[in-house]
């Protein structure tokens, strides 16, 4: 590690807590949930050129026109997730890693499919050195989510489908939940929760994410 990131590190812990109180600040209420993203070093998913960004309220880049979503959001999707008590979730779009590992620190299984082998692999270096133990990785269309490993009590989409695909809702466990970007030009966040052959949806929030893309990347 560098001095550069080695500072970083040494100051990370004081602005993580003022992130903290912005996401109390917008509505984030759990304990657990915020506990979780206190945890994480945000710095540690960005290239260092961004490391003194991390603990913005903002999605940063990472590569191949992805990005680290917005703290806010991450938070805000795994709150939602957590207050349905999942054991086994399902994530698609694993990205930098970032969203993973605030999962691992809440649930016992996460499993997580990513399209782009290069952004997966330094996800799984990331991980490995957070001792995430619990998380199991897959290079894969996240469109079609993971069905042999289903199926999942929660499942969390990190970029924009036009609309969720029938696949991903038969992942679902009944009463499991699903929380994902819905929409093109207009995205809006969606949960859905599987009452037996019927889905209920709300529609939550306003949002902005990268579009969910099919096919993987070498």
Same mark, same amino acid.
């Given at each position: 590690?560098? @001095? ?18 912005? &996401?109390?600040?917008? *509505? ?15 710095? $540690?998913?960005?290239?260092? @050129? &961004?490391?003194?960004? @991390? !603990?913005?309220?903002?999605?940063? =880049? ?18 939602? /997730? !957590? ?19 605030? &999962? ?11 399209? $782009?082998?290069?952004?997966? +692999? ?6 490995? +050195? ?14 079609? *989510? ?6 999942? +009590? ?6 924009? =489908? ?6 991903? /809702? ?12 819905? *929409? ?11 009452? *037996? +052959? ?13 579009? /969910? ?6």
């Amino acid at each position: 590690m560098s @001095a550069h990131m080695q500072g970083i590190g040494m100051t990370s812990r004081r602005t993580r807590l003022r992130l903290i109180q912005r &996401l109390k600040d917008k *509505g984030i209420s759990s304990p657990q949930v915020l506990d979780a993203i206190a945890e994480v070093p945000r710095h $540690i998913f960005l290239d260092e @050129a &961004l490391a003194h960004r @991390a !603990y913005e309220d903002t999605a940063l =880049p990472i590569g191949h026109n992805q990005t680290l979503s917005q703290p806010y959001i991450v938070a805000r999707m795994t709150e939602l /997730l !957590y207050g349905h008590q999942p054991k086994k979730v399902l994530e698609l779009g694993t990205g930098s890693g970032y969203q993973t590992a605030v &999962l691992c620190n809440l649930f016992a299984e996460v499993f997580s499919v990513e399209r $782009i082998k290069s952004l997966q +692999d330094r996800a799984r270096e990331r991980l490995r +050195d957070l001792k995430c133990r619990n998380a199991v990785l897959r290079h894969a269309d996240g469109g079609m *989510g993971w069905p042999e490993r289903g199926p999942y +009590d929660g499942i969390i989409v990190t970029a924009a =489908p036009t609309e969720v695909p029938t696949e991903l /809702l038969q992942q679902l466990a009944d009463n499991g939940v699903l929380i994902s970007p819905v *929409g093109a030009e207009r995205q809006i966040l969606v949960q859905i929760v599987r009452r *037996g +052959d019927r889905f209920e949806r709300t529609e939550l929030e306003a949002v902005k994410f990268v579009p /969910l893309l099919s096919g993987v990347v070498r």
